[in-house]
């Protein structure tokens, strides 16, 4: 008897059980304030002034897994693109660029139905950036890295595109906390307003992808 009510309990366990699994890509709005300073004040001429908010590429890979009718838990593993490039007073070009590499631990409340489903929620994970840079009196590219820590709040709807595919729209928002990337213990430093450039930022984004629910 307790054989064939442990068969049926797993069989309504799997019947139940559901992953979705989501590839997106998406433009992102960045403030970066630190490295925006840096930026304006030591290299970008008047035309070139970095704004308040600037544009960055992300691409996404995230799983999720339903733990009831209405809660998912889920990983997702971001990457962020960022460059900047300018040819500085006729001496050389300065070129800075960064990837910035996100993975999360996610949360979800569903809304589900009949061809469609909405999911709102967020997460935490560890940053790690990777940041590149030429300054116009060399050609020397020098490296910088830092970890931390990052948060991101997200609502996506996805609709049916055909049997178990989906399309999906992503609206997320961001807050970053890689830190002061370094090299053998040298940080990037604004001369001018004498401070350590750090890499800690905001981004509100929009984001679509294809998404397979099994």
Known sequence: MKKYFF???????????QFDFAVSMGIHAIHNPSLR????????????????????????????????????????YGLQFYSFNTSFAG?????????????????????????YKFKFGGGVGYRIISVEEQLPTTTTDYNY??????FVGKAQAHTLLS?????????????????????????????????????NSLLVGINIGISLFL
Request: hydrophobic letters at 35%.
């Open 7 to 17: 068969v049926i309990l797993f069989m309504t366990v799997s019947l139940q059980a």
């Open 145 to 150: 890295k830092s970890s931390g820590l990052g």
């Open 37 to 76: 300073d840096y930026i304006n004040t030591n290299f970008a001429s008047s035309d070139e002034q970095l704004s308040t908010f600037n544009a960055t590429a992300m691409f996404k890979g995230e799983c999720d897994y339903s733990i009831s009718e209405n809660f998912q838990i889920g990983f997702e």
């Open 91 to 115: 001496i050389g070009t300065y070129d800075i660029s960064y990837l910035h590499h996100k993975p999360s631990l996610l949360g979800f409340y569903v809304i589900a139905g009949e061809g």
């Open 163 to 199: 049997n178990n595919f989906y399309v999906f729209l992503e609206l997320d928002l961001r807050y970053d906390l890689p830190g002061e990337p370094e090299n053998d213990g040298k940080k990037i430093e604004n001369i001018v307003l004498k401070e350590t450039v750090n890499f």
